[in-house]
């Protein structure tokens, strides 16, 4: 029986979760992350990720919160560090590790997603230059090659390149990713290498099985004028969106670069085909000021809030992760949809400690999904990140963002409110007034309108 008041997702909505090998396998010692979690000041709290949440040993452990919270989908990635620990040396204990987890979550209903590069590089790599150097891209060629060969067949659903974007400017602009260092034309670099490795991991995978499904996921980050009367602010988040998220979106929507770059315009054609679905990852929104004068402190004008919007917890510069902006969701979708693909929420979530906050995030993010979807967009699953408490980069274990928690001292795994909330709607595939009184009583008025 459904409530008279409830918000009704497709039949065939993918619900899940998702988390990357890095962040939750532990022990990964053999990639660039795990040697610069042990240089000083590069994480906050000198955190490292250590046993993580030990899905490397144990995966199947924790399949179990999965099935409490009705999960039909789990995306989850492959650590390259392990498949291919020395250049050109391939482990099939590691790969046939991979093909056991795999095949326990389709054993439990749940659709594996998998996403080929989350972030991490095996070390060989990253001493080549890692993706500034063009080799990279036929070395990720051999690797994708092998791992389709023995995964091909089980898996349906594949990510290539987790947001080359946020990649690129961690590592050569922000200097919080491995290697940390600044420099422009890295940045674009090791993106048009990123995307050139997208397009060569598509090739390979539909090669294998034409009906696998294969996307690359793109960190949407919306940016607006801090102040709308300011020609300025407007033309800095003009700027940032081009450079930040059109850069990649275009060549998939027009088959063309922003800017000329004639040796690149064959390959980048090329991108336009090259992609089945768009997986889209949304957390926040940035107000950016421009700052006349003061050039040095640009960039920390691009992390405000809106004064007295809702924020998540903080990171270690001491401001928010970000301001709680579900219409956010809806602007990116209706944007992204233009690239006439179909879209999977590929990650959405936020830092909150105390889940005091996420139950009712979860409820307006899902219902500006509704909205998308009442207007013809093709949104076909949410992955919510993440599933449990895990290793946040350069923010260590002290952003909590999972609907488990965990404690990584000790291995104690909790679901949260949220958690439970969350599968009841997967498990309906609706949200009801019943869950909105529950859990955010304070939506209700106007939140069935
Ligand atoms: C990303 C990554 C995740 C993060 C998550 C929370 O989007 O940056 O895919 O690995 O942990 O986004 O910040």
Partial sequence: MRDDFSIEFPESFLWGCATSSHQVEGENTNNNWWEWEHMPGKIWHSDKSGHACGWWKSMEDDISFMKKMNNNTHRLSIEWSRIEPEEGRFNEDAINRYKDMIHSLKSNGIEPMVTLHHFTNPLWLETKGAWINKESISYFKRYVSFVIERLGEDVHLWCTINE???????????????????????????????????????EIIKGNNPASQVGIVKNYQLFDPWDDGSLWDKLLCAGLDKYFNSIVLEPFRSGSLLFFLPWRSQ??????????????????????????????????????CTPGAQVSDFIRDGHPYGEIYPE?????????????????????GLPDADDSRRPEFILTHLKQIHRALKEGIDVRGYYHWSLMDNFEWAEGWALRFGLVAFDHKTGERQLRASGKLYGDIAGRSSITKGMVEQYAPELLPGYFD
């Fill in 328 to 348: 956010g969701l809806y602007r990116v979708l209706k944007m992204v949809s233009t690239l006439g693909k179909p879209i999977y929420i590929t990650e959405n």
């Fill in 267 to 304: 390959k980048i054609k090329r991108l336009k085909e090259s992609t089945d679905f768009l997986g889209l990852n949304y957390y926040t929104r940035w107000k950016v000021r421009f700052k006349i004068g003061s050039p040095k402190v640009m960039f920390d004008n691009i992390f405000n």
């Fill in 164 to 202: 080359p974007a946020v990649y690129a400017v961690e590592t050569y602009i922000m200097c919080n990713f491995p290697p940390g260092r600044l420099n422009l034309v890295s940045y674009f670099r090791s993106l048009f290498n990123l995307l050139d490795a997208h397009e060569v991991a598509y």
